[in-house]
């Protein structure tokens, strides 16, 4: 045996996995590692179909290497999830049960067809007196549970919310409100049992159901209402510190707690008026309780869902005045994640009670300004910046603003949110009719011009659109046009809408532009999209046969270059380019001369 | 979780199955090369598509959550902290090898904080006492396990 199988085995590892890792670790080049992985697959693959040994050892540690190159992201589903079942089915003991419960929840949780072949052994476990094996068991069900396994599973489940020890009446509880987020309407019937837990003399059971009841209370706030005083109840029970210590972090008691009850209680329809001033002066002792000068993220955590509550509730204006001048003393902290907290708390007032925000906008836009590396914090700067906003003016010094975060954007490379920003400008200029068309338009081509051209597709339509309507004038679009058909590189989607543009607004000075683009696209022959080489000669043809222009040697020439393309679209255009050329008298022989 | 100085995912555990094997790899490529890309004043909650992404830098590690927009990020950073702070436990002071190491414990010490996506028990304590006698139970049952 060689020093090294002895090291890892003495440390109790299995040898051949052990030297997986150490190769891996060693690896720089994802390739190589890709390479190692697949022939680890491979060789487990082998492994399976004929195995050295048939004892449950040697399958449990098939299956550990074989979790590690699942959730690396190769699929072992032809050979391993099988084992991970049956290995279910006979373990021996505690650990061999651990070990495939915790495999088949991580290789079932797409909801695999192998999942309602457990269906028999989970019952069998939450059936059992093992403490343990009923929580494992639970937490199975709790990954891998699809609709169909929800009928014969649900019964047992429920049982398990009577047992003795919490731990498995909180699993169970979670496990509940599981199948309730994929099949609300089957667990109709169990919201009570599930209400009722929010009583459990334990808090870990009652914490549970806090997060449980958050979903069924959002399907149907109105359903729900008679919840709101328990809810007050625990919350006031928390800050009076009757918790145990061990769920305190950092001095603030019970956070997680306070912060689901929070949750809950902003999802109530609008209730009597007692219960809404418990609920505020709740909130506002939970607000008082909060030390923001410790800086910590729990105290901002809370503090975030009291803010966020409390302008739900409509609660009254001392305590949302309280509540700003907290946010702005966030704001002018140097974290950025203190500055996150307060946009967020912003945005949420902005939303709520745009009152209260009002005359804010400058130090928001200095802010804007002065974070320009950091795109998150102007993303939410920008949103606050839209919620506050009320009138055509402010719109319109909003609208530099967008286009500045999407210049941040590209250089950041962040496609989804260029998307995004793109959209809402979008809706922005749309939200507001009195705004002056030429701001408008002005607005939607720079961000255009400024966008990643997989992401400017999001706007064309609409460019095209406003330029049918005249929204978008002919002076400003030709400019624009000509400009980037000047500037641009391709392979680009700014100069297919520039070329539109030129040919919607007959620009007869365009042709030497267009001359440009074609020469420019046969130098990139292999790289230029075909539809935009049939669409300038296309353009090209209509500029050149309208009156007053003509078809200029170097147009004619530059067409030709694509005489021979393979392209159907393009040798059609370029076909039909030659005969208006010939028509218009553009290959009419000089005069011989001597 | 990703290794900064290597650029390599640690673990991965999914608590939602829209997507298929492939969509997955793609996301966590494309978090990945976002987050590593992030200055360290930055804020440590940014958007992805449609989803809110919350990371925590421990060391040469980062912690990344995907959430829903509504999550309050805060509660996320949390959670990513009380995970550390009980792997910190559970292995005596943990570092990367550990979880390289002992990837399956760490997904199991997941698997007592996080069911369904959920954090189940909010006390550190509860959570290595489990532990601790699951753990012990194993021990008695089984003597000599060839690893793990």
């Known amino acids: 045996m060689s020093a090294k199988r002895a090291k890892a085995l003495r440390a109790g590892l299995d040898p051949d996995f052990?030297?997986?890792?150490?190769?891996?670790?060693?690896?720089?080049?994802?390739?190589?590692?890709?390479?190692l992985l697949a022939a680890e697959v491979q060789s487990l693959r082998l492994l399976a179909a004929a195995p050295p040994s048939k004892s449950k050892a040697s399958k449990s540690r098939l299956?550990?290497?074989?979790?590690?190159?699942?959730?690396?992201?190769?699929?072992?589903?032809?050979?391993?999830?099988?084992?991970?079942v049956t290995l279910c089915q006979d373990s021996r003991n505690l650990f061999e049960k651990r070990l495939a419960h915790l495999v088949a929840a991580i290789f079932m949780q797409s909801g695999h067809e192998l999942s309602l072949m457990m269906t028999n052994t989970l019952q069998r476990d939450l059936c059992s007196s093992n403490v343990f094996e009923v929580a494992m068991a639970l937490g199975v069900v709790a990954a891998t549970a699809t609709t169909d396994m929800i009928p014969s599973l649900v019964r047992f489940v429920e049982q398990c919310l009577k047992h003795d020890n919490e731990m498995i009446r909180r699993k169970a509880l979670l496990t509940l409100h599981h199948f309730y987020r994929i099949d609300p309407e089957a667990m109709q019937p169990y919201i009570k049992k599930m209400k009722r837990c929010l009583a459990d003399p334990h808090p870990g059971v009652m914490s549970a159901a806090l997060v449980a009841l958050h979903t069924v209370v959002l399907a149907q706030p109105s359903a729900h209402g008679s919840l709101a005083p328990a809810v007050v109840h625990?919350?006031?029970?928390?800050?009076?510190?009757?918790?145990?210590?061990?769920?305190?972090?950092h001095g603030v008691p019970a956070p997680f707690e306070q912060v689901n009850c929070m949750r809950l209680l902003a999802l109530f329809e609008p209730l009597s008026a007692v219960v809404e001033d418990a609920i505020t002066q709740t909130l506002l002792d939970a607000l008082h309780k909060v030390d923001t000068n410790q800086q910590d993220n729990v105290a901002y955590m809370v503090m975030l869902q009291c803010v966020e509550t409390l302008a739900v509730r409509r609660g009254t204006q001392g305590a949302l005045r309280e509540v700003w001048e907290m946010l702005l003393r966030l704001f002018q902290s140097e974290s950025g994640i203190d500055q996150?907290?307060?946009?967020?708390?912003?945005?949420?007032?902005?939303?709520?009670?745009?009152?209260?925000?009002?005359?804010?906008?400058?130090?928001?836009?200095?802010?804007?300004?002065?974070?320009?590396?950091?795109?998150?914090?102007?993303?939410?700067?920008?949103?606050?910046?839209?919620?506050?906003?009320?009138d055509t003016d402010a719109a319109v010094a909003l609208v530099p603003l967008f286009v500045a975060h999407i210049r941040s954007l590209v250089g950041e490379g962040n496609m989804?949110?260029?998307?995004?920003?793109?959209?809402?400008?979008?809706?922005?200029?749309?939200?507001?009719?009195?705004?002056?068309?030429?701001?408008?338009?002005?607005?939607l081509l720079d961000a255009f011009a400024e966008l990643s051209d997989p992401c400017r597709r999001r706007l064309t339509n609409t460019i095209r659109v406003w330029a049918a309507d005249g929204m978008l004038s002919k002076e400003m679009g030709v400019v624009y046009a000509l400009g980037w058909l000047a500037d641009e590189a391709l392979p680009s989607h700014k100069i297919w809408l520039a070329v539109w543009m030129c040919g919607h607004w007959r620009a007869v000075q365009a042709v030497d532009a267009l001359t440009g683009v074609l020469e420019l696209a046969r130098q990139?022959?292999?790289?230029?999209?075909?539809?935009?080489?049939?669409?300038?000669?296309?353009?090209?043809?209509?500029?050149?046969?309208?009156?007053?222009?003509?078809?200029?040697?170097?147009?004619?020439?530059?067409?030709?270059?694509?005489?021979?393309?393979?392209n159907i679209a393009v040798a059609n255009r370029v076909r039909q380019f030659m005969e208006a050329a010939t028509a218009n008298g553009a290959f009419t022989k000089p005069s011989a001369t001597f | 979780m990703i290794d900064l100085q290597k650029r390599k995912i640690r673990l991965t555990?999914?608590?939602?199955?829209?997507?298929?094997?492939?969509?997955?790899?793609?996301?966590?490529?494309?978090?990945?090369q976002t987050v590593l890309a992030r200055k360290a004043k930055m804020c440590n909650v940014l958007e992805f598509k449609e989803f809110k992404v919350v990371y925590r830098r421990y060391a040469s590690l980062f912690f990344v959550v995907?959430?829903?927009?509504?999550?309050?990020?805060?509660?996320?950073?949390?959670?990513?902290?009380?995970?550390?702070?009980?792997?910190?436990?559970?292995?005596?002071?943990?570092?990367?090898?550990?979880?390289?190491?002992?990837?399956?414990?760490?997904?199991?010490?997941?698997?007592?904080?996080?069911?369904?996506?959920?954090?189940?028990?909010t006390s550190k304590r509860a959570v290595l006492n489990t532990l601790k006698r699951i753990d012990e139970t194993e021990k008695q049952e089984a003597a000599n396990q060839p690893f793990i």
């Open chain 1, 18 to 35: 052990h030297e997986l890792l150490v190769q891996l670790s060693k690896t720089a080049s994802a390739t190589t590692q890709r390479n």
């Open chain 1, 63 to 84: 299956l550990v290497r074989a979790m590690f190159c699942e959730m690396m992201g190769f699929d072992t589903s032809d050979f391993a999830y099988l084992q991970a």
């Open chain 1, 234 to 249: 625990i919350l006031r029970q928390i800050l009076e510190h009757r918790l145990d210590v061990s769920y305190n972090l």
């Open chain 1, 340 to 390: 996150h907290v307060a946009i967020e708390g912003i945005i949420v007032l902005a939303k709520q009670r745009p009152d209260m925000v009002r005359g804010q906008e400058h130090g928001l836009i200095a802010a804007f300004e002065e974070h320009g590396d950091d795109t998150v914090l102007r993303h939410g700067i920008l949103t606050a910046l839209e919620s506050m906003c009320s």
């Open chain 1, 416 to 443: 989804a949110l260029q998307a995004q920003v793109a959209d809402g400008l979008l809706a922005h200029v749309q939200r507001y009719p009195g705004m002056d068309p030429v701001a408008k338009s002005k607005a």
């Open chain 1, 524 to 566: 990139h022959d292999a790289t230029v999209d075909p539809e935009l080489v049939a669409h300038t000669i296309e353009t090209s043809m209509r500029l050149c046969t309208l009156p007053g222009a003509a078809f200029g040697f170097a147009i004619v020439a530059a067409v030709r270059a694509f005489e021979g393309s393979g």
């Open chain 2, 13 to 32: 555990k999914w608590f939602t199955s829209d997507w298929s094997p492939k969509e997955k790899s793609k996301i966590v490529r494309d978090v990945s």
């Open chain 2, 66 to 121: 995907g959430t829903d927009v509504d999550e309050n990020e805060l509660l996320m950073l949390e959670i990513i902290h009380r995970y550390v702070e009980v792997l910190d436990k559970w292995f005596m002071n943990v570092c990367e090898l550990d979880i390289i190491f002992n990837f399956q414990q760490a997904y199991t010490i997941m698997d007592e904080l996080l069911i369904g996506g959920e954090l189940q028990d």
